[in-house]
């Protein structure tokens, strides 16, 4: 298998592309409608060159190569980590078992769709940011947002591979499918649902790209697991450009709260929305929602398809090999906290391997938990004593256990009256989404940024930030 890539070939890739005609001839088929998509879909501001990130080779020092790319001109190809030698299934009922490079018929169904659930997130996010390009605060932030995109698009290649390749004409309708359904569609709309939501506005990206690009670094954690060596492989690679995303995220969110937390001195008040600054309340209110449309991806806390793609190996947990039990798990418990009729918090034991969406999901709250204590520090450290924090798990649920429930950001259970009279507190209201967007006005002069936002404190692969991240057109 080559670990460089062909970078003449239509297809860049590093999976021998040019030796199966038949799959080559089926991928480039697929590429002038992916090509239509992007030109419909796809970010909506016309320019020079971006200066992106492209992978030359999937070694350590390939895949990172920077220059300034006309984006449709941008080489989307397919590229799988190298091999692990020997890789064994290191969980489930096969743990020990060489890993597959075929599909087994009998997971063959359950493969597909975890892989269409994972390549239909990839363009929706796409379709969700379209319009960002319009009103980003800096070239910078406008050069991460095509930076995004066309990792995006390059990951729906990799699910589209995958179903080409192993899955047959099946396979084929699906990977047509991905770029037939779209984002907030209302006959075809995308599978889950924190992809049908509207991106709108840049503190929306931010907060999108670090809670629910997180969802993808641990979602695409598990399957790295996986016992079927292509999806692992895939995982593997699009793992190391998920990290830029959520950096975007993380560092965008600082930059936000930094800039709030600035004006709120000079003003002395958290009044700064005269003053064209985001308010700290607001910036709560849209954690409060990405976070918890972000929990809603992982499922219900208890999922049998969850047990079953444990026990065949097709999805693993986060760090499954460096876990201290017997990775098939079909004798433990676990404690899982559910709101009971009387409005109340009880706790069952539940097997396992019933609750591994929860064991993901426990994982990634962790995770978020250090993003708020950074901005929390931020706020500290120019003496503002507004705080901000992560709601109760339960909160604004619409899959799982609490969907169904009214429970507050404290994990109050409350009735329905009482939770709708402080909805206006705790989530983004049309006036909150009305203001964001008002400040979002394009800032394109190299050097220049918003004022509702602080430049970042490095830029990329060592250039300044006033580089011209962004030709324009
Ligand atoms: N919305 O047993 P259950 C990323 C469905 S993000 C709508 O509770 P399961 C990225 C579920 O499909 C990572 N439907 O859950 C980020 C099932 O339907 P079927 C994406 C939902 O199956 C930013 C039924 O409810 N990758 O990469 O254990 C930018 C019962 O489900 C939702 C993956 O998710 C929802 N929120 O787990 C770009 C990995 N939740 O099958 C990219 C692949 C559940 O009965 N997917 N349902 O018709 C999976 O592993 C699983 O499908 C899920 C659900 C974790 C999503």
């Known amino acids: 298998m080559p670990t460089t890539i062909d970078y003449d070939a239509k297809i860049p890739n590093n999976v021998g592309l040019a030796d199966d005609r038949r799959l080559q001839r089926a991928l480039e088929g697929w590429q002038p409608k992916f090509l239509g998509w992007w030109g419909e879909m796809g970010p909506s501001l016309e320019n020079h060159g971006v200066y992106l990130r492209t992978a030359v080779s999937v070694g350590r020092d390939g895949w990172a190569h920077f220059g300034h790319v006309n984006v449709p001109d941008y080489r989307w190809g397919i590229f799988l980590a190298e091999p692990t030698p020997d890789r064994r299934v290191a969980f489930g009922e096969h743990k020990g078992e060489p890993v597959w490079q075929q599909v087994p018929g009998e997971y063959r169904a359950d493969l597909q769709r975890l892989i269409v659930v994972q390549g239909d997130t990839e363009p929706a996010s796409v379709e969700q940011q379209r319009l960002l390009g319009l009103s980003a605060p800096s070239l910078y ?33 699906e990977a047509e499918a991905l770029l ?23 503190l929306a990206f931010f907060m999108f790209t670090y809670f629910t690009d997180r969802d993808g670094k641990y979602q695409l954690g598990s399957l790295k697991e996986s016992a079927f060596d292509p999806l ?86 986060w760090q499954e090999e460096r876990r201290g039990d017997d990775h098939r798990l079909t004798e433990d418990g676990v404690r899982l906290d559910k709101p009971s009729p009387d409005g109340s918090w009880g706790a069952d034991e539940v097997p ?20 708020v204590k950074r901005w929390n520090r931020i706020l500290e450290e120019h003496g503002v004593d507004f705080r901000l924090r992560l709601p109760h798990p339960g909160f604004n649920r619409h899959v799982g256990l609490a969907s169904g429930h009214h429970v507050t950001p404290d994990g109050t259970i409350v009735d329905e009256e009482t939770w709708e009279a402080s909805r206006a507190h705790w989530l983004p209201t049309a006036e909150d989404l009305a203001f964001v967007r008002s400040l979002m006005q394009p800032v394109y002069e190299r050097g220049k940024i918003a004022s509702w936002v602080a430049p970042p404190t490095a830029g990329i692969n060592g250039k300044p930030f006033d580089y011209e991240y962004v030709r324009l057109v």
């Open 141 to 173: 932030d406008l050069r991460n947002l095509f930076q995004v995109n066309v990792e995006e698009g390059r990951h729906l290649w990799a699910m589209v591979y995958l179903l080409h390749a192993y899955f047959g004409r099946e396979g084929r309708e």
């Open 352 to 371: 396992a391997l019933l609750a591994l969406n929860l064991d993901l999901r426990d994982e990634y709250i962790a995770d978020c938990r250090t993003g």
């Open 180 to 202: 037939y359904r779209n984002s907030g569609s209302p006959d075809a709309p995308r599978i889950l649902g924190a992809f049908n939501e509207e991106t709108a506005d840049w």
């Open 232 to 317: 692992s492989r895939t995982c593997v690679f699009m793992l190391k450009e998920e990290a830029h995303h959520m950096m975007v995220g993380t560092t965008g969110v600082d930059r936000v709260v930094t800039r709030s937390a600035q004006l709120v001195r000079e003003h002395d008040t958290l009044d700064i929305a005269a003053c064209g600054g985001i308010p700290l309340d607001i910036v709560q209110k849209y954690i409060n929602f990405h976070y918890t449309v972000s929990l809603d991806l992982f499922g219900s806390e208890t999922s049998t398809n969850a047990a079953n793609y444990y026990t065949a190996g097709l999805k693993g947990r």
